[in-house]
């Protein structure tokens, strides 16, 4: 794979450069899951896991950061182990420039996170949910910058489905209507991040990582931008049950219901741990590991098809 020419502001480590260099498979992971998604230290032991799940599955992590300014692609543990100082931004996708200018330090959402992986060539990246239209949207207008990031950039996207506290039937409109191909790992469901069915029908079903490596080709020959979704559903001995998750979910919202804009999300986390006595935190960690492992089977694919031309 030839060189690409990168702005002085992004950084490659030696490992992702050399991979993208030789066609190795690749998996761009998100480091917003240390800054504000998990507790410290759960959340930089998470981190640490899910490269040690990647490389197992013989594909190279990338983790994605900023480091003063500085879009990392392979941060290393020093540069992670930052992120979870008080100074740490959650850095969305619109929020780069300024990150970039005023030189801070933070992690990265899926948006963010995405728009630096392209950038940098990689096909393949694993969250544990994506953001989505959130529930109420119809009053507040949240709506998570994760889905137009989606329809903006051609990548591979694994996740366990929205967050819990979204709206399924509305975010999988918006992705419809976005352009966004959906698909479902092994199942005819879309997945409920704790849960394995959200009751909606997925918009279309794969079962072999090959299958997401090839849509995206093939989007990719069409001109479409765009992402593949890929919904993997959390393992079934992790999962929780749909009215368990409805009901904490109920409750965590009403227990937020004065926190606004980017910590709205943490907050309910939070408050959902708590609720379900860190059922669904153990939930989470789970379908993470899992979404790696798939990622990086899909990566793999995704590699010997872009030798195919």
């Not at 959402?109 to 969250?127: E, F, K, L, N, P």
């Not at 929780?240 to 606004?260: C, G, N």
Request: glycine residues 8%; aromatic residues 2%.
């Amino acid at each position: 794979m030839p060189e690409r020419d990168l702005p002085e502001f992004i950084h490659l480590s030696p490992e992702i450069r050399d991979a993208l260099s030789t066609a190795t498979p690749v998996v761009a992971l998100e480091s917003a899951v240390i800054s504000h998604g998990l507790p410290h230290p759960t959340g930089l032991d998470t981190a640490a896991g899910l490269e040690t799940e990647v490389r197992a599955h013989s594909a190279v992590p990338a983790t994605i950061a900023v480091s003063e300014g500085r879009l990392l692609v392979g941060a290393g543990a020093g540069e992670l182990a930052r992120l979870t100082g008080p100074e740490a931004w959650k850095i969305a996708e619109r929020d780069l420039p300024v990150a970039v200018a005023a030189r801070a330090t933070g992690g990265t959402t899926v948006s963010a996170t995405i728009a630096i992986a392209q950038m940098a060539g990689i096909d393949v990246m694993s969250t544990g949910g994506i953001g989505g239209v959130h529930l109420g949207a119809e009053h507040t207008w949240d709506v998570s910058a994760d889905l137009p990031a989606l329809a903006r950039h051609s990548i591979i996207v694994i996740c366990a489905g929205a967050k819990a506290i979204c709206d399924i039937a509305k975010t999988l409109e918006y992705l419809d209507t976005a352009g966004v191909t959906v698909a479902a790992f092994g199942t005819d469901r879309f997945p409920n991040f704790y849960a394995v069915d959200s009751g909606r029908a997925a918009p279309r079903r794969i079962d072999e990582p090959r299958d997401a490596a090839v849509i995206l080709a093939a989007k990719r020959r069409l001109g479409q931008p765009g992402a593949v979704l890929v919904a993997n559903p959390i393992p079934h001995e992790s999962a929780l049950s749909a009215d368990l998750v409805r009901e904490a979910v109920e409750r965590a919202i009403a227990q937020a219901k004065d926190v606004h804009g980017g910590e709205l999300t943490p907050a309910l986390l939070n408050a959902l741990s708590d609720i379900t006595g860190g059922r669904t935190l153990r939930a989470n960690l789970a379908l993470l590991r899992a979404n790696a492992r798939l990622a990086s089977l899909i990566a793999r694919e995704a590699a010997q098809e872009s030798l195919r031309g």
